[in-house]
């Protein structure tokens, strides 16, 4: 069996418990479970429909076909939350986690209805012949890691790549991801001579070639099977990972000498009024002072005459 898991973790790689039904050929029915492998081993690291991601690995693979596997894990606790998907080149309904005894082909049910002491592959009618084709269908239950980005989650990838007007990560170390300079905020300017990305207001907040960047999904898109992730820096708390960890409060550079500007301001704002308050409040009492002092001149002179 082959399965690669995935180097860092990452929020967007979901586990499943899928079902997939897959066509074997007529020749690897002496061990049908391995022909199936075979064959899923070509979804790996591939955009498949039915997942609704990139397939990065199986494990657990076993025959599927009825109640009898659904019955699994600590306690016997029941799965219920199967997903179904085909395999290329399978028949298109595929079996689904609630197929009994009464589903699929009714030469496999009369089989395993007459004979009580079938074994567990016949038990579970593994296989289902297609009309008008060689191959058979087997169904194959395995638990999966399925790669699931969300337009507008945050994703953390290695920076693979730095040009002038855009910048290259992988994440996982095996999904690309663009970033244009369109989608970068103001703060970060392209430094070609030094081949980074550098913070016009704090030469800490570097991103080059290495290094870690936190970045938000813009935008999924799916060619030949192939995922392709477009990124943005426009956010708070996005940038070099180490930069924004430090950062607890999420807030960029160029925000927080913003902020300071604007606390500067009114610091300024509040010093002015305040002194012209107390200008204010010195004329009153320099008058009032000015006016009892002439009134007190005024009576002195009224007393001598």
């Known amino acids: 069996m082959s399965t690669r898991a995935p ?7 979901k586990t499943r418990e899928c079902v997939f039904t897959v066509s074997v050929h007529p020749s690897a029915l002496a061990d049908p479970l391995a022909g199936a492998k075979t064959v899923l081993d070509g979804l790996l690291m591939r955009h498949v429909g039915e997942l609704g991601g990139v397939l990065m690995s199986r494990d657990r693979e076993r025959l599927y076909g009825g109640d009898e596997d659904d019955e699994e894990g600590e306690g016997g606790k029941r799965k219920r939350d199967v997903d179904d998907a085909s395999a290329p080149g399978t028949s298109s309904d595929a079996e689904t986690s609630g197929s009994g005894s009464g589903s699929g082909s009714s030469s496999d049910s009369e089989d395993a209805s007459t004979d009580g002491r079938a074994d567990g592959l016949t038990r579970a009618r593994f296989g289902r012949v297609i009309h008008t084709a060689g191959y058979v269908d087997v169904c194959v239950r395995s638990t999966c890691k399925v790669f699931l980005p969300v337009r507008g989650s945050r994703l953390v990838g290695v920076v693979n790549k730095i040009a002038h007007d855009f910048i290259g990560a992988l994440v996982l170390d095996k999904f690309n991801v663009a970033i244009a300079s369109d989608n970068i905020r103001e703060e970060l300017v392209s430094c070609s001579e030094e081949g980074c990305w550098k913070s016009a207001w704090d030469d800490a907040h570097t991103l080059r070639v290495g290094s870690q960047v936190v970045f938000t999904v813009k935008s999924v898109s799916e060619t030949d099977d192939v995922v392709l992730l477009v990124g943005a ?15 607890s409060s999420g807030i960029t550079s160029i925000e927080r000498k913003l902020q300071q500007g604007k606390k500067s301001k009114k610091e300024k704002k509040e010093k002015k009024e305040k002194k012209e308050k107390k200008e204010k409040k010195e004329k009153k009492e320099k008058k009032e002072k000015k006016e009892k002092k002439e009134d007190t001149d005024r009576d002195s002179k009224r007393l001598r005459t």
């Open 7 to 13: 180097a860092v973790e990452s929020s967007a790689v």
């Open 233 to 247: 820096l426009l956010e708070e708390g996005t940038g070099e990972r180490e930069y924004v960890g430090r950062n």
